[in-house]
């Protein structure tokens, strides 16, 4: 049932509407920020089409192919080899594969090629759903290319990703993309308050850093997030001063240090929202009510005086460039010098010429 789903209404009346007309492509790709649903509307299109019992083409939610669907097989260890294969709900016409390490395996888009083409074992269709699709390389996608290209009647494909512009443009082309918007500030504190994960004053606090995402809200440390920021603070206040070099360096030394290195993208994130802030305190029209960082907006706004609007938009496209790279194993410690001397550089009116990371 998609009313039990947070935010999207959109989507919710264009899924609807596909599945009362029986008109649901065999290939979509949803795209949208991590933590905002996705796999979740995935697999209520799974329940809606092997539901018993449905009810204006949506799923009942309680008979025992709903329920069944939502219990996701998962392997117990990290072992890369137990997820190489297709992992299936408790539903056996229901299935998703996830990368083992960093990229989607030829193997797997074979196995997916070969279940949909087996007609459902109890229910009406197949459903196979693929997370982080742009974990998918060249030699994968073209593996997956052959089922998009004609998906057999009874099965269905549906592609995650909060990344599509790192798909080949062969996949994009052959699925229906459909785009999630990442939920409102409102919508996550009222799921948090209303279900008793969070007391008021966390809540606001939580659905502000979350930038659109219940994941992030229900995970993020706070303590943790206060720390990260005031590393990250001290990175934008030296991009906007013209000696901040050797504060620069110092923080890229820190954020290599052995103890961060399961929070380095973490600590990018909460970069890319202070830049962005400040990007919005730079223009003097905008509406500075959806900043993340209210708290310190007193702060940022200190440092927008004077600053070129431009800036920190090339910062963000300098930080998302070097992202890219981190796919294939750069080494960090050169290339987040890089990074923070770079965007030290960048001029107010063109981007620089773009970096190449060393690679381990």
């Given amino acids: 049932m998609f009313d039990e ?160 512009a790192w798909l080949l443009p062969t996949i994009r082309s052959r699925c229906q993309i459909i785009r999630f918007s990442p939920l409102t500030a409102a919508e996550i504190e009222n799921h948090l308050t209303q279900n008793k994960m969070a007391n008021a004053a966390e809540a606001r606090v939580r659905a502000r850093v979350a930038r659109g995402s219940l994941s992030r809200a229900l995970e993020e440390d706070l303590d943790d997030f206060l720390e990260q920021r005031k590393a990250m603070l001290e990175v934008v206040e030296a991009l906007v001063r013209s000696d901040g070099r050797l504060q620069l360096l110092r923080s890229a030394e820190q954020l290599n240090e052995a103890q961060y290195k399961n929070e380095y993208e973490r600590y990018l994130d909460v970069l890319e929202t202070l830049i962005r802030d400040l990007w919005l305190c730079s223009l003097d029209d905008e509406d500075l009510g959806i900043i993340v960082n209210q708290d310190v907006l007193p702060q940022l706004k200190g440092l927008a005086k004077g600053l070129d609007s431009k800036r920190p938009a090339i910062w963000i496209g300098q930080i998302e460039e070097m992202r890219e790279q981190l796919v294939v194993n750069i080494n960090r410690k050169p290339a987040t010098d890089a990074l923070f001397l770079t965007m030290a550089a960048a001029s107010a009116t063109e981007l620089p010429p773009k970096r190449r990371y060393i690679i381990k």
């Fill in 5 to 164: 789903l947070i935010g999207n209404d959109r989507v919710k009346k264009l899924l609807r509407r596909m599945l009362q007309s029986s008109r649901l492509p065999g290939a979509m790709l949803f795209s949208g920020e991590d933590g905002v649903g996705k796999k979740l509307f995935a697999l209520e299109i799974a329940r809606a089409l092997n539901c018993r019992n449905p009810q204006g083409g949506e799923a009942c939610g309680t008979c025992a192919a709903c329920k069944r669907t939502l219990k996701i097989n998962y392997p117990a260890g990290d072992d890369s080899d137990d997820w190489k294969g297709i992992i299936w709900t408790d539903h056996a016409d229901v299935g998703l594969v996830v990368a083992p390490k960093r990229v989607l395996l030829v193997d797997q888009m074979r196995a997916i090629e070969n279940a949909a083409n087996y007609r459902p074992f109890e229910g009406k269709a197949r459903v196979f759903i693929v997370e982080d699709a742009d974990k998918l390389n060249e030699n994968s996608a073209n593996a997956l290319l052959k089922i998009l290209e004609e998906p057999p009647p009874t099965s269905y494909i549906i592609l995650l990703t909060s990344r599509p």
